[in-house]
């Protein structure tokens, strides 16, 4: 645990000549590493699959990307954290993948032992990995000689449904859809889209990186020895984590003190049970069903921590991130993070702001930004501030497919699972007013006040004042009950928040 002990007993203001002298890469390490990903490429690419038939088809090297912390940038001076993504041409789609993946990695396993001399490297194979289903990759040790360092590679396999593809635009949401309807386990397919995680932590600016391997150490150095057999989360969500935190706290500032950032990912990880976070860079919620995908994701117990490139990828499911938020809490207190002014650190909410668009009969609708852990009355407070009327404020939201719901006051967008784009729909009541949802065929449904004791020939007129149809072309059903025009609410008892099916006469 001796480096362990060297980064908290580092005072703060240390901390970015602790990254450079003890962290970055020294040169013959990084020249090991340089040196193992091209001769393994190389091989790949020129002689693996050279007159071989697998599965009676020739098979052709599309592509091989560098992954892991060597292809983004972050990589330590004691490890080299390598992947090799190799991009086939006998996968056609993701499915086609899943299903040939096993017999391809065995194929290269054989290939790598047997040709480990022309490759003048030693290697090991350590794993398949991919725990109890198959494998989905080959992990490989590789030392050149035999007193040099071990380098890690995993060699992964992917469908190229990215094509040619330039990671600084947007994909086209067709490939996404075709990932979610693929309905691989979570993640399952992220190989495909290595470019884009590797492109998305690699263009974050220099100081943020040494920010990023000053964590990565702090993961490898300070909390996984003491859980060796524990299944902690990927380093993948925790270097996701410090650029949220980064965004968050300096607004993508390029300089920064590196104690209070290196604080405030702490602060973060003590509140993990609050955590949820999504990036709209590579997809987003035009498509129908990669937002209606995306909804649910962000449903997930928390923490929710999606892959930027692959919304299928939660990486911060069912991991021990309790004990992660004991380690982090112990930092705190270590000389590390004991610099910070509380005055001038960063101020990093656990999940982004929700655009909030406000709906009311009759009204224009408006948009506000709103904290999903901010308390509902506040986000009232704000309506009758812009709408200027005084009365019970009703608040109301559905998602597709679903019920329209009451907002409490008391409670947060967050208790509802909402943390993305959300409408709502404000509605005034005046006691003894109650409040009815009315639903037609497409599924939506709209609030309406109304006196307990007024007819359902009253609700009719509301609802066609409100652009519904006209009331003699209404039928209004409750409980599989139709309603008559002369009955009151009281008298069917219909309360306050029940929904009534609307149906227009054909």
Known sequence: MAAAQDLYDTPGDRLDAFVKHSLQPQGDWRDEVKDAWQRIEQFLRDQCFRDELILDQEVRVLKVVKGGSTGKGTTLNYSSDLDLVLFLSCFSSFWQQALVRGIILNFLEEKLLHCSRSLAYKITVAQHRGGTRAPRSLSLQVQSRKNSPVVKVDLLLAFNALGSFCPDSKPAPEIYENLITSAGHPGEFSSSFTELQRHFVKSCPAKLKSLLQLVKHWFLQCLKPKYPRVALPPKYALELLTIYAWEMGTNKSENFEMDEGFVAVMELLTDYQDICIYWTKYYDFQNDVVRNFIKQKLKECRPIILDPADPTNNLGRQKRWDLV??????????????????????????????????????????????????????????????????????????????????????????????????????????????????????????????????????????????????????????????????????????????????????
């Open 325 to 506: 938020a004991q380690e982090a809490a112990y930092c705190l207190r270590q000389a590390c993070c004991r610099t910070v002014d509380p005055h001038q650190g960063w101020d990093v909410q656990r999940a982004r702001d929700v655009l909030v668009t406000v709906k009311q009969t009759g009204e224009e609708a408006w948009t506000l930004s709103v904290n999903p852990y901010s308390p509902i009355w506040k986000m009232k407070t704000e309506i009758r501030r812009k709408c200027d009327f005084s009365g019970q404020q009703r608040l109301s939201f559905q998602e597709p497919g679903g019920e329209r719901q009451l907002l409490s006051s008391q409670r947060t967008l967050a208790d509802y699972g909402i943390f993305s784009k959300v409408s709502i729909r404000v509605l005034k009541t005046t006691p003894p007013e109650i409040q009815v949802f009315v639903k037609d065929s497409s599924g939506w449904s709209k609030p309406f006040a109304i006196h307990p004791d007024d007819s359902i020939g009253d609700l009719k007129e509301k609802i066609e004042e409100a652009g519904g149809p006209h009331v003699e072309d209404q039928i209004l059903k409750f409980q599989g009950r139709k309603l008559w025009d002369r009955r009151s609410l009281a008298d069917l008892q219909i309360e306050d928040c029940d929904t009534i099916m609307l149906i227009k006469r054909s």
